[in-house]
Structure formats: structure tokens, C-alpha cells
């Protein structure tokens, strides 16, 4: 069975930096591609970053651009976050997808996604 495990959340100032991970254990379990999500309160969840690494592919949210960065490394995801604002708040989740598609902006959609950690709580005060 494979499982997510997100871990590096916690409560910080705005202007400081986080690294979120993602352990991904499961078997034989190789993910197509890994994404992180995000949910504040009383909103919907939303897309932050994604990365197919087989053809180099990164994608970013623009509310997040420049500031985040998404790395894979020994099947485990990261989730570097600098120059955090209040509006990072949210729950930070990892999901992983674990075969080809073609779809236009697939990373977007969060049906997309196979498999999906429990999240982590980022909070960032001003």
C-alpha cells in the first residue's frame, strides 16, 4: 500500500523560510509525478507545485513563484518555501500520480492525483 508522510510544517514569521517533505513508501511503488496542494480555512484546496522529473517538467502556481521551489530526491519530495507570507497559511498536502497522461494542465486537478498524504500545518504571522 502506498503512503504519503509529510512532515516539516510548524509556525513561523512572515519573511522566514520552511521545507515541507514528502516520504513516499510503498513497495514497488514509482511515481509519474508529485505535486503539492494547499487548504486554508474555509477555502478550497489548491494547487502550489507539481514536478514531473522524467522529462524535466516543473510547474508552480503563480502565488508561489520564485519563492518555492519542489525537489525529488531518493523518492522522497520537498517543498522549499521562502519569503513566507500570512497567506501561506493553509494545510500542506503531497500527492503523488503514478502513471502517464497527456492532459493539458493535468497537475492542476487534484483528481489527477492517486495517492495522497494527511497534510501539514503551515502558519505564518505577520
Known amino acids: 500500500q502506498v503512503q504519503l508522510v509529510e512532515s516539516g510544517g510548524g509556525l513561523v514569521q512572515a519573511g522566514d523560510s520552511l521545507r515541507l517533505s514528502c516520504a513516499v513508501s510503498g513497495g514497488s511503488f514509482r511515481s509519474y509525478a508529485m505535486g503539492w496542494f494547499r487548504q486554508a480555512p474555509g477555502k478550497e484546496r489548491e494547487f502550489v507545485a507539481a514536478?514531473?522529473?522524467?522529462?524535466?517538467r516543473i510547474y508552480y502556481a503563480d502565488s508561489v513563484k520564485g519563492r518555492f521551489t519542489i525537489s525529488r530526491d531518493n523518492g522522497s519530495v520537498y517543498l522549499q518555501m521562502n519569503s513566507l507570507k500570512p497567506e501561506d497559511t493553509a494545510v500542506y498536502y503531497c500527492?503523488?500520480?503514478?502513471?502517464?497522461?497527456?492532459?493539458?494542465?493535468?497537475?492542476?486537478?487534484?483528481?489527477?492525483?492517486?495517492?495522497w498524504g494527511q497534510g501539514t500545518q503551515v502558519t505564518v504571522s505577520s
Open positions: 500527492a503523488a500520480r503514478s502513471s502517464f497522461t497527456s492532459a493539458f494542465d493535468w497537475y492542476l486537478r487534484q483528481n489527477n492525483y492517486d495517492y
Open positions: 514536478g514531473r522529473w522524467s522529462s524535466g
